[in-house]
């Protein structure tokens, strides 16, 4: 099997020891929604929301987790 060449995703000239807010994103293979869905109430101010799936209620366990056993780890939302 041969991969694409991916372009770098990173700062050529930056530190990412240091402390710092990131955004983490999670790719699925083929863009599959297994994590939840968005849904949006009936009324026209209602505002969209997460659905976890029974994955993704597993995801975001282990994400808070990190932020449990590692001190250098906050997670904001």
């Known amino acids: 099997m041969e991969f694409k ?13 240091q402390s710092g807010a990131y955004f983490i994103t999670i790719c699925t293979k083929d863009k599959k929604c297994i994590f939840g869905k968005v849904v949006v ?6 505002v969209p929301e997460m659905k976890p799936s029974e994955l993704g209620i597993i995801v975001d366990d282990e994400i808070k987790k990190s932020a449990m056993i590692y001190e250098n780890i906050k997670v904001d939302k």
Request: charged share 35%; hydrophobic share 15%.
């Open 41 to 46: 109430g009936d009324g026209a101010l209602d």
């Open 5 to 17: 060449s991916r372009k770098r995703n990173r700062l050529e000239y930056y530190s990412y020891s």
